[in-house]
Structure formats: C-alpha cells, structure tokens
C-alpha cells in the first residue's frame, strides 16, 4: 500500500496496539512522532524503532506538548487513551478527561494546525449487549460503560469537526484485539494474553460462565492494515467503521487452540459468569471491505502462533 503522507503523529504510539502501528509507519518510510505519557504504554514496545522516530513523554491533555508534536503534521492517529474499561468505571470523572477532552484537544490541535486526517480509536464497546449480530454500523449504539460513552462522543466530536470544520476524520471501532505487545497481567487484560500466560506456566485457565460466548479477535496486524487505510483512502473521511474478522470463536474454543499450542493438557476451570459480559460479538466488516478495501490478512491460527511465539520469548 502506498501511504499518501509522510509525516505522522501517534498519540499512545508506546501501548499495545500504537507501537505496531509506529513500527509499520516507519516500515513504509514515515516521519513519526509519538506522543505517550506512558501511564499504561511501555517504551519497551518501541524497542526495534526507537532510532528511528521522535518519542515524546507528554500528555494529550497538555495543550502546549499536543500543539508542539501537531505542528507540520499531516495525519494523527490518535490511540491514547484509559482502555481499561473497569478504571472507567472506577473513575468516569478523571477517565473522561482523558478520553473525551483529551481527543477534544487532539481535534481542535489538528484544526489549528492545518491536519489533513485524523483516524481515531473507537470500540465494539459502543454497541453494548444489543443482540443482533453482525454488529453493523447502522445500528443504534448502546453504550453500557463510561468508556463506551467516552468513546462513542468522540465519534460524534470526530463527525462533528468533519462537518463545521472539513478536517478529515475516520473512527474505526476495535472488536477484540490481540497480539504481541498485549499486557497480561490484569484479571482484566484481553482473554487471549491472560490464556497465553497461563499455558506457559502450566495452569490452568478461569473461564467465566460456559465459556460458550464467543468474540469476534482481530489480529493486531489486521487493526494496523485497517489504520493505514483509514488514512489513506478518500472515501474513509467523516465515517465510522467496524475493525474486526467477521469470524468468530468460542472462549472454550480458545482456550483448546492455546492449550495445543502451548502442549498443556489442563483443563479450564469455569467460574461464574462475568457481570455485565456479552454474550456474543461479531462484527460485519462490509463497510471497510468496500469503502477501505480492509481484508484481515491474518487467519486466527497464524495470528495465536505469533501472539504465542512472543509470549513464551518474554516469559
Ligand atoms: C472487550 C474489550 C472491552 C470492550 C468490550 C466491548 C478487551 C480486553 N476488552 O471485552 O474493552 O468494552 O470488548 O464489547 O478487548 N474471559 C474468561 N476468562 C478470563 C478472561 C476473560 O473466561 O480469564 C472471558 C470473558 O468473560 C469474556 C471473554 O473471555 O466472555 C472475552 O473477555 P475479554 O478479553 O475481557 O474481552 P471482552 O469482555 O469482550
């Protein structure tokens, strides 16, 4: 793919998904800069470009640092953000600040400095537990977190900022995102780096409820192919569009996948199930096939044996 920019801000270029992202960028020949605080990125994520970008310890919602690293950019992709769901939950106040100021900032930085694009994070989160499925862009959002609100009224701000302002933006809401770089070590991290770690060390798994429910884990590879494209392709501007496989998979199907991986014959131990847990999640991915040419590269097997090879190095 041809990258139409050159240079390029990440903000939250040091966390999970962000630092493949930068190292993409930079594989296609980017100047990037990259804005982190660091509260939850780790520059050990940057280890293989650090050379080779402009690394920025700051905060989005300092205007003076954000208005610094904006200056002469041509695109943001803005990552940075609480993406823990229970913190949100936590603390709504202090989390909105980051995730909803902070993006107002990240916006009205790029109207002030002439930005072409901006493509910002969103979730899966802002469809809620509605149960049709595929979940489609169309429907009607049913946020059920301070972090779904958070990041559903940045949609809207991003929509917003298109229309009174003709800065591009592009959202792209993430169903469930795995990969290297993943942090393991909540009882709230992503269910694939929980299960990863705990084939490594030999014990077995806690799976909440029948382990029947099912997710929709999108590579984080593919979610940096959707990226690029978001910031490259015309047609993307002023529109939201769901990140995912389309495929899906059961948490008991998974956990089996890891454990022959990992050559664990454990069985999973089941618990309750998890308060406020969706039942089933899917995404229809017609609109980025169409409108970005988005086609996940990655099949889930290639994508645990990567996620797992990385894991077993580290651990
Ligand atoms: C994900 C997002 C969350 C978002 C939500 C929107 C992640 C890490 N979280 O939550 O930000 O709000 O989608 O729908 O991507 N599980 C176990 N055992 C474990 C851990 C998890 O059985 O040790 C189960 C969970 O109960 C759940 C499934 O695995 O049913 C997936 O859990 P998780 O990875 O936390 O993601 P979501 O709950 O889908």
């Not at 920025?56 to 953000?81: Q, Y």
């Amino acid at each position: 793919m041809a990258l139409k920019f050159r240079k390029a801000l990440v903000t939250g270029g040091a966390g999970f998904i962000g630092s493949h992202l930068v190292e993409a960028l930079v594989g296609h020949g980017c100047d990037v800069t990259v804005l982190d605080n660091l509260a939850s990125g780790n520059l050990a994520n940057l280890a293989r470009v650090q050379d080779k970008i402009t690394f920025v310890k700051g905060d989005i919602k300092d205007d003076r640092t954000l208005s610094r690293v904006a200056k002469g950019c041509e695109v943001v992709f803005h990552l940075a953000a609480v993406v823990s769901v229970t913190q949100t939950v936590k603390d709504p106040v202090l989390s909105a600040l980051v995730n909803e100021m902070g993006t107002l900032r990240v916006l009205d930085a790029a109207r002030k400095h002439g930005i072409r694009r901006v493509v910002l994070s969103s979730s899966s989160a802002v469809y809620g537990d509605a149960p049709q499925l595929p979940k489609s862009e169309s429907m009607t959002p049913a946020p059920m977190s301070p972090y779904a609100v958070q990041k559903l009224t940045n949609e809207y701000y991003a929509e917003l900022y298109h229309r009174l302002y003709g800065l591009e933006t592009v959202c792209l809401r993430y169903f469930n995102v795995y990969g290297p770089h993943q942090d393991p070590s909540s009882p709230y991290s992503g269910v694939i780096s929980i299960f990863m770690l705990r084939a490594i060390n030999d014990q077995a798994p806690l799976i909440y409820g029948d382990g029947g429910q099912t997710r929709d884990f999108v590579f984080v590879k593919d979610v940096v192919q959707a990226n690029l494209l978001a910031a490259t392709h015309e047609a993307a501007s002023g529109r939201v569009f769901n990140v995912g496989t389309s495929n899906s998979v059961s948490i008991n199907g998974l956990w089996e996948l890891i454990a022959r991986l990992a050559g664990c014959r454990l069985p999973a131990k089941h618990e309750a199930p998890r308060p406020g847990d969706i039942l089933h999640s899917l995404a229809s991915i017609q609109r980025a096939k169409e409108l970005l040419g988005f086609q996940p590269a990655i099949t889930f097997e290639e994508g645990l044996r990567q996620t797992f090879a990385w894991y077993r190095q580290g651990a």
